[in-house]
């Protein structure tokens, strides 16, 4: 066996070979693969650069291209540790399956192990786009699509007929078999979701009788309640069209936002997403807004109602909730406080209504400009939109607004066009280089790619400050990265730690790292570190955009029923551990400072609580438990707690627990609603690809639970590098799941990168 030392310069050396033959096969020298070679399989998808204008990867399994055009848009750019010890399983413990207990250990061989990664990471260097990021697709629900159609229409703003085709292809595509639409791309039908669309549908020119209408309707006549049992959420785009009474909507008051700050009750203490969307729910409600739909209205209410609408008693149905989309049962604190708000809007002084909407409309108008007009995110710029035209149809800045909305735009020919809930560009691209990192890429296309990488990078991050942030209730966000491309300035803590760990990680590399005079400005990296610091909260943990600003107690007058977790900020694991990350990559470059350390040892100390006795750590943002171990392990292994450590040691056993006899991991997202592990019916490449980046970090790439997870994951591996994308891998606000497209793509080549077997060591200490 070679040495370690030796093993990693033969596998950068058979990486670089591999990359320098697919940008030029007449240059490979005798060692290149033969025709009948396995790693010639690998090159096939490298044989032209990537170029801009492909689709997008479909999702589940079938077409896998990424890199298309966004849609319209403005002119501009778009958006060491230590050697970890080997152990063997029954180190952490037994298995309590004799199936998995007695399976054959891995036939996989070192060489089979960097075959399959180096085609992965071939396969991630071609979806790199011309601008130097990586980006795959969000995919959520056709939520944001259907309002986009609605706005749209309210605004006396046709679509083409090219978007009406290619919304409707996607409205086909996503659809359940019964007809409807659900909340999240594996969720049965939603009675918000699909009267939203078959809103949409109609006021596009759809006939009631088609086949994706009539579907739709007999689905939501079969719902207890039917329409009036929409969602609060749901009532309240109804009464924009007029299709809801208004007293059958739950007050929005604007008058919150004239309440002293310190109020606990005062938006400023909400969550930004949160905040953001009552500031235009609330001056819409506050002028009960409702669009001129012509004829159409009388038609819509025949068809979404049984009783003629004039008949209907909707201040009845206000806290009526279809079973189907109630997540977070209203509280008994939630509807006093809505008793007594609706007394209030019988009374209200308009005097300090017109002043609490002009506030608002103030607010917004400051948000569609310091965003660029794309705004925080779809909901609230649509919202957005919709509050512009109410106070004024020729408002200046609605068209700029409607502008800023394609930045959200997707389009291909298998999904047709959709509107995503938020863009990953950082994200993506931070750990894309973190799996460069530790494949030890090497070669002309990785060196290129690295480095448009790190220059995307750099131009991501937020160099100035807000110009009227107090006024906005905003943080100071320079030196910050957001989640997408930074147009937005809405940077986000562990947004900022990965971008962070990413450059540090590629200056690593001399391979891959820009020359000195390229890289990042030290102080603006001590501008990173600054201001994740500033998100961190009293227990140590570390919030999203901003420090949690409200008491947990809040949560109890959560009005949006579909939705947990989403009236504050909170402390979140993947956050906590970003930054942990990102501190040791800046100490190891001699960027640490006294306010770092102490931010640091109170971070570790929150991961440590975080744990629960069975050593399982609940995530936030992804599914779920899995997700968590990956961060809890990733974050005290970069903080320098060795391996053998007690609280990773039951981690690892928690995680070897639950391998599937056929040696990967999957786990469910109806885990999320219940709070307990819930195993999926088949194995996961992503979650398989969490659960061995937490194990080798633990037990080292020799145990066998890790060759069992390999052995699986090269299996699953196509002749193109790429993997199946599987079931949904994220979630947000503990009922909306996701699918993060590319993490089918570098979270795999990442592990396969990390689980290289390497000579015995000793475990670190």
Not at 294 to 300: A, E, N, Q, V
Not at 329 to 355: D, F, G, M, N
Request: positive net charge; contains cysteine.
């Amino acid at each position: 066996m070679l040495p370690a030392a030796d093993r990693r310069a033969h596998d950068a050396r058979v990486l670089s070979l591999l990359l320098r033959v697919a940008q030029d096969p007449a240059h490979a020298d005798g060692d290149s693969a033969s025709p009948h070679d396995p790693r010639a399989h690998a090159l096939e998808s490298l044989a032209d650069p990537p170029a801009p204008g492909a689709g997008r990867l479909r999702r589940r399994g079938r077409a896998a291209r990424l890199g298309g055009p966004r849609g319209p848009s403005r002119p501009g750019p778009e958006p060491r540790g230590r050697p970890v010890p080997r152990a063997d399983g029954a180190e952490v413990g037994g298995v309590p399956d004799e199936r998995r207990r007695h399976r054959p250990i891995s036939a996989v061989t070192g060489r089979n192990i960097i075959e399959a990664r180096d085609r992965a990471i071939a396969r991630l260097l071609k979806l790199q786009s011309p601008r130097g990021d990586w980006e795959g697709e969000m995919v959520w629900c056709a939520m944001i699509t259907a309002q986009y159609v609605i706005v749209r229409h309210v605004t006396c703003r046709p679509l083409s007929s090219e978007t009406r085709a290619g919304i409707l292809a996607y409205f086909r595509v996503s659809r359940t078999k019964d007809g409807a639409w659900g909340l999240h791309p594996e969720a049965s039908g939603s009675v918000f979701v699909t009267t939203l669309v078959y809103v949409a549908m109609r006021l596009l020119g759809v006939s009631r009788d088609d086949d994706l209408a009539k579907p739709a309707r007999d689905w939501l006549e079969r719902q207890k309640g039917g329409v009036l049992a929409i969602p609060t959420w749901g009532k309240f785009w109804l009464a924009l069209l007029g299709l809801y009474g208004w007293q059958g909507v739950s007050p929005c008051p604007p008058e919150l936002v004239l309440l002293p700050r310190r109020t606990p009750l005062h938006p400023a203490r909400y969550y930004c997403h949160t905040r953001q969307i009552y500031l235009a729910m609330a001056y819409l409600y506050g002028r009960r807004f409702v669009a001129d739909l012509g004829t159409m209205r009388d038609t819509l209410c025949a068809e979404l109602y049984a009783a003629p609408y004039a008949t209907l008693d909707f201040a009845r149905h206000r806290a009526r909730v279809a079973a189907a989309d109630l997540a977070v049962p209203p509280s008994r604190a939630l509807r006093a406080l809505q008793t007594v708000l609706a007394a209030h809007e019988r009374v209200h002084w308009r005097r300090l209504r017109r002043r609490a909407l002009g506030f608002c409309l103030a607010r917004i108008v400051d948000e569609q400009r310091t965003t660029g007009y794309e705004a925080l995110s779809p909901v609230n710029g649509l919202l957005n939109c919709l509050a512009l035209f109410a106070a004024d149809p020729a408002h200046p800045d609605l068209a700029p607004s409607f502008d800023g909305l394609e930045t959200w735009r997707w389009e291909d020919h298998e999904w047709g066009v959709r509107y995503a809930g938020a863009r990953s560009n950082t994200w993506d691209t931070a750990f894309a280089l973190e799996a460069l990192v530790a494949a030890h890429a090497d070669g002309a296309l990785a060196r290129d790619a690295a480095r448009r990488a790190q220059r995307f990078l750099q131009g991501a991050q937020a160099a100035d400050e807000l110009p009227h942030a107090r006024d906005q209730d905003r943080d100071p966000i320079i030196g910050g990265w957001c989640f997408s491309n930074g147009h937005h300035r809405w940077p986000v803590s562990d947004c900022t730690a990965e971008a962070v760990s990413a450059l540090l990680g590629i200056e690593r590399m001399p391979a891959l790292a820009a020359p000195v005079e390229e890289r990042i400005p030290r102080d603006r990296l001590r501008s990173a570190a600054e201001f994740v610091i500033a998100r961190q909260n009293g227990d140590g943990g570390f919030g999203t955009y901003e420090r949690r600003r409200g008491g947990a107690w809040l949560e109890r007058l959560n009005p949006s029923e579909m939705f947990a977790n989403c009236m504050t900020e909170r402390s979140y694991i993947e956050c906590t551990a970003s930054a942990v990350v990102a501190f040791a990559r800046l100490r190891a470059a001699g960027l640490g400072f006294p306010e770092m350390e102490r931010a640091d040892a109170r971070a570790v100390a929150f991961l440590r609580r975080a744990q629960r006795s069975d050593g399982d750590v609940p995530g936030f943002w992804g599914i779920n438990f899995t997700y968590g171990a990956l961060h809890f392990v990733r974050g005290l292994r970069a903080a320098g707690v060795g391996a053998t450590d007690a609280q990773l040691q039951r981690a690892a056993r928690w995680l070897v627990a639950r391998q599937r006899a056929d040696g990967g991991w999957g786990e469910h997202w109806s885990g999320c609603l219940t709070g307990r592990y819930v195993e999926h019916a088949e194995s996961q490449v992503v979650m398989t690809s969490w659960a061995l980046l937490a194990l080798v970090d633990v037990l080292g790439p020799d145990a066998d639970p890790v060759r069992r997870g390999v052995d699986w994951l090269v299996a699953q591996q196509r002749g193109d590098g790429s993997f199946p994308p599987g079931s949904v891998n994220g979630v947000f606000f503990g009922t909306a799941m996701l699918e993060y497209r590319l993490y089918s793509v570098y979270f795999p080549a990442w592990a396969l990168a990390r689980c290289v077997p390497e000579p015995a060591t000793t475990p670190s200490r």
